[in-house]
């Protein structure tokens, strides 16, 4: 019994880790010569990142331009019957306006979701002219007077320099609680019946194919 209550424990343990903790999704921008991205995941003690890259497009060789692969030839498919959604009841559209509906109030709770949004900027140089510059940097002190807290900028002018550098981090803090919590409310919401029997409405009408 003893073993069983801490493999209880432990799991209950785990579960709460994953449910509560902080989640942070992050962007790192550098900007110079060209700009690179660096993006990432974190969740105390791991830490996934992604690199962006370029792909470039491969040229084909001159004895190959005129080659016609077999891929290329397509045959012509048949065309699929369409769902005829004029055969709808007024009732069944509105079923599908109020899931649409459902749907939007959905992304505008988890885009609330989130327990903090940041930006933190580190920005130097300067523009073409030194007066251009000068105009930037009054620019830049009205802006970060009225900025919120989860933003921080800080610019350094460089009168001499014609080009701006530096780095832009931004991204949002999230636990997995809050998001499960929206997709729960989100299928509640939803008149999950009436939905099932107007997917088999549309399936009959449509020939008794898959929709």
Known sequence: MGILYIIIA???????YILFIPVKVYVNLRIDEK??????????????????GKSEAKQAKPEEAGKIEP?????????????QLSKLTT?????????????FKFLGRLFKAPDRYFIQAEISG???????????YGAYHVVK??????????????????????????????????VLKEIA?????????????LYRKIKVKNGGRNV
Do not use: C, W
């Open 10 to 16: 432990a799991g209950f343990l785990i579960l709460t």
């Open 35 to 52: 700009v690179s991205a660096i993006s990432g995941i974190k969740a105390f003690p791991f830490e996934l990142h992604f690199i962006s």
């Open 71 to 83: 891929s290329s030839l397509k045959t012509p498919e048949k065309k699929e019957k369409k769902i």
């Open 91 to 103: 009732v069944d559209i509105g079923v599908l306006l109020g899931v649409v509906s459902e749907f």
């Open 126 to 136: 300067g523009l073409s002219e030194p007066n251009a510059t000068g105009e930037l």
């Open 145 to 178: 007077a009225i900025l919120p807290g989860s933003v921080m900028v800080d610019y350094q002018p460089d009168f001499l320099s014609e080009k701006i550098k530096g780095t832009v981090n931004f991204g949002f803090v999230i636990r997995l609680f809050n």
């Open 185 to 197: 409310v989100l299928i509640f919401r939803l008149p999950v019946v009436r939905l099932i029997k």
